[in-house]
């Protein structure tokens, strides 16, 4: 176990109780958590750890982590993981399954932490294996840090109980969860309707061990999603579901150094300063959502013609690491001339919540990811929503929810 710097929060006398995070891969489930860790942190009075599996997937997680170091580490090191096994798979998706893999050897590494670890924190997507190692192993109470909405909660909770009642092992049609609604077969995340997918067997493992946990822990608030934490709190969804806290919005504070952001004359933040109040449109579609270059070019094309300021992050793989296009050949000769002044365009990782931040922001036009959910509502930033992948449909019903009734088509 290798200790980096000592948490602001940390009580090396052994009083404080000790919290050991044991967050997964990819930003989007790592911000909630660092989020969290740095609330905490600021409060006093608490211990914290953090496993960390190294190297990072991404580029953007291993700066995110060199960016924060008021957390103690504890290193995981990973079993060899035969990735040839799984070709095609999302690479975030083949770190899941390797941590899963690995995490018999978490139960030792965290009973040797110094001081004794108190309570464990997990991913949900490491649950069916870090809450019997929590619980059986370690002795030790075991909550869940669950990074996107209570709807997605309520459907992950619910999903046994539909595949045990329909007699399958994949989600075959249209179901109810009580006190919810309809949930249409296209709205959860489509990877689902096969059986044999890494996703679909990592999903229903941890489906099945949810409920073991000692509380689950969501980011999200009361007034965004009353009817959906009501449902899950009062046991209609699930009898003798785990309590279930919304912690959000989770925000940025003094702990994560989040104002470290570069501001160079170039910067988006620096760029977003000197527009206008509500006249920028952010175009963003999440850390792992790549587009293919006509779509590219066909968004390009539409922020083009519209005549309003943009600032567009542009993703042309799934990880960053392997992202070595230049933008001019992504965006095709003279675009960047066309669009210079009212239209700034990068590939680099942003920090979305300091993007939000600005007045100039106007509009978000987003994949629908639940971080960008709340960071939206946090600032109060319309968002147009465009989801796609995984859990994005189910998201968009929470936006309309909000506006409307619950669980209209959220796409055209």
């Not at 924060?68 to 899941?96: K, M, V």
């Not at 893999?101 to 040797?112: E, F, K």
């Not at 989040?258 to 160079?264: A, C, L, Q």
Request: hydrophobic content about 45%.
């Amino acid at each position: 176990m290798a200790l980096a710097a000592t948490p602001s929060s940390g009580n090396q006398g052994g009083c404080a109780p000790h919290l050991v995070f044991v967050p997964s891969a990819g930003m989007g489930h790592l911000l909630p958590f660092t989020r969290f860790i740095a609330a905490l942190a600021d409060t006093g009075g608490v211990d914290i750890s953090v496993v960390t599996a190294l190297p990072t997937v991404s580029e953007a997680e291993a700066d995110h982590f060199a960016a924060f170091p008021a957390i103690r580490c504890i290193d995981f090191n990973l079993l060899p993981f035969d990735e040839a096994a799984f070709a095609g798979t999302d690479p975030f998706l083949l770190r899941w399954e390797s941590l899963r893999c690995s995490a018999h050897l978490l139960g030792p590494l965290i009973a040797g932490a110094t001081p004794r670890a108190s309570a464990i924190i997990t991913d949900v997507t490491l649950a069916s294996q870090v809450i019997p190692i929590a619980k059986d192993e370690l002795h030790l109470p075991c909550h869940i840090l669950f990074i996107s909405c209570a709807t997605m909660l309520s459907f992950l909770a619910y999903f046994p109980t539909y595949l045990d009642g329909a007699s399958t092992n994949h989600l075959a049609g249209d179901f109810n969860i009580p006190c919810i609604g309809l949930i249409p077969v296209d709205y959860p995340p489509q990877v689902l309707r096969n059986p044999d997918s890494l996703f679909t067997k990592q999903f229903i493992a941890n489906g099945r061990l949810i409920a073991e946990a000692d509380g689950i822990l969501v980011n999200t608030f009361d007034a965004l999603e009353p009817d959906a934490l009501a449902a899950l709190r009062s046991g209609m969804v699930i009898p003798g579901f785990p309590s279930v806290f919304a912690v959000g919005p989770l925000k940025s504070t003094s702990t994560m150094g989040s104002d470290k952001m570069v501001v160079g004359a170039s910067s988006p933040i620096a760029w977003l300063g000197e527009q206008p109040a509500r006249s920028v449109v952010y175009v963003a579609f999440g850390n792992r959502s790549a587009a293919a270059l006509d779509q590219i070019r066909e968004i390009g094309a539409g922020l083009e013609a519209s005549g309003c300021r943009f600032l567009w992050v542009v993703k042309t793989t799934v990880v960053d690491r392997e992202d070595t296009a230049e933008l001019t050949d992504v965006l095709g000769d003279g675009f960047l001339g066309r669009v210079q002044g009212r239209g700034l365009v990068t590939k680099e990782w942003v920090d979305q919540e300091a993007v939000l931040k600005p007045p100039a922001i106007g509009l978000y036009l987003s994949h629908c990811g639940w971080n960008s959910v709340t960071e939206s509502a946090m600032y109060g930033v319309p968002m147009l929503a465009w989801p796609t992948l995984g859990d994005q449909r189910l998201i968009a019903t929470v936006i309309r929810a909000c506006l409307t009734d619950p669980l209209k088509d959220p796409a055209p």
